[in-house]
């Protein structure tokens, strides 16, 4: 918890001054995709985000399909009525699994309350578009936007 904790601060204190956003997720679930208990942290200037994915549940080196920890890019630019955001995302190794592709759809749908937004995520390769191996990230995150 820790480390999941310094990766935080460290995003947060230095966007503070030029970003929109800053976003904290609950450990991912299935739901569309497969991969839980990796954590998200990220900071966001209007459609383009920095991303770090925190495996926290490391898996027996006898799975061959462990999760990852990874940092990302993305690019969000489809955006209907700021409920439901459409892009991709670009990440430095395979994830959220070792099996994985570094390129992934991604999606958020949520809702903004003042300057608070609750939202799902949802990472994937596009049901298997781009990959046979398709695990996918799931989560809900809160998000302050810095204005």
Do not use: C
Not at 7 to 20: A, G, N, R
């Amino acid at each position: 918890m820790f480390y999941f904790k310094s990766i935080l601060l460290v995003l947060v204190f230095p966007v503070i001054s030029f970003s929109q956003s800053v976003s904290v997720s609950l450990p991912s679930f299935s739901f569309w995709g497969q991969a839980e208990m990796i954590g998200h942290v990220s900071a966001e200037y209007k459609d383009i985000g920095v991303h770090y994915f925190a495996n926290l549940s490391p898996t027996p080196d006898y799975i061959n399909d462990r999760n990852t920890s990874a940092f990302g890019v993305s690019y969000l630019p489809i955006n209907i009525k700021n409920t439901l955001k459409i892009g991709g995302i670009i990440t430095n190794k395979p994830f959220p699994s070792e099996q994985s592709v570094k390129t992934n759809f991604y999606l958020d749908f949520g809702f903004n309350i003042s300057n608070i937004r609750i939202s799902y995520t949802h990472l994937s390769n596009g049901f298997s578009i781009r990959h046979p191996v398709n695990k996918g990230f799931d989560t809900i995150s809160l998000k302050v936007f810095l204005r």
